[in-house]
């Protein structure tokens, strides 16, 4: 049996956290930057199905081969970092200086990949800004319009949907990365962790790495999305949903049921 008890999962989550967050600065921001490439990968991976199927829920199923390769190199990743590392903290293996280190270096770290390969990606899906009529690229730049301008348009009672899509998504988020625990073999980490991570983009939920690519980069293929509405209307709100359900409804409440110290 390769399955790993709650309880032991939980201190090993705890030691996870405690050791994210005392990591050398070069280490957070070279993981750091390989899980939002990643992510971006994934996410064109998702979309191009997505168009070449027209079933979104074909793109879903796909878009978890990304946080496979961030899980099983142990990439760092800021979104997963909101449920572990404050686990960490509860149980005094880390301190909360070590949790802003963490959550501040490896959010920095996330952004730069995933404009790196946003980058990339207008390079090569564009051919160098040549052609702009592609399918993929009407997809990402509706997918970020919806992300931006749509909660812009409602409003307050939009800022209330971003956050609670973003809520919600990340409890899924932070699941995958204690499922993804869940067994010593690789094939077994791989199928707990895609259960979440394919039903949080299914339901087309906010998650703030994988915004951190769609919207820049629905930005550089000219959809009339500025920075302002990219930070205020997604990236701040859903920052913000995405640490209050990862630690509420992942870290804290499965630290209260099953860590016991010693």
Not at 206 to 214: A, L, R
């Amino acid at each position: 049996m390769d399955n790993i008890k709650p309880a032991q999962l939980v201190k090993d989550l705890v030691q996870m956290g405690a050791a994210k967050a005392n990591l050398p600065l070069k280490d957070l921001l070279i993981r750091g930057f390989l899980s939002g490439a990643f992510l971006g990968y994934a996410t064109v991976l998702a979309f191009t199905t997505t168009v070449q199927t027209g079933l979104g829920v074909a793109g879903a199923l796909l878009f978890p081969v990304g946080f496979s390769m961030i899980v099983l190199l142990g990439l760092e990743l800021v979104t997963g970092n909101f449920a572990t590392v404050p686990m960490a903290v509860m149980s005094k293996e880390a301190t909360g200086r070590g949790l802003g280190y963490n959550w501040f270096w490896v959010f920095t770290a996330n952004l730069a990949g995933s404009v790196f390969f946003g980058s990339l990606f207008f390079l090569y899906i564009t051919k160098v800004g040549h052609t702009y009529d592609v399918d993929v690229i009407q997809r990402v730049i509706a997918v970020a319009e919806d992300k931006t301008l749509v909660y812009k348009e409602q409003g307050a009672l939009g800022m209330i949907v971003v956050f609670v899509k973003a809520f919600l998504c990340n409890w899924m988020v932070t699941l995958g990365v204690v499922l993804g625990m869940a067994s010593t073999s690789s094939l077994g980490k791989i199928v707990g962790l895609w259960l979440p991570i394919f039903s949080f983009f299914a339901l087309g939920l906010e998650h703030s790495v994988v915004n951190m690519f769609v919207i820049p980069t629905a930005m550089m293929l000219k959809a009339p999305i500025s920075a302002g509405d990219w930070w205020f209307w997604n990236q701040i709100p859903v920052t913000i949903g995405n640490i209050a359900g990862g630690f509420i409804l992942t870290g804290y409440l499965l630290h209260k049921t099953y860590y016991k110290k010693g």
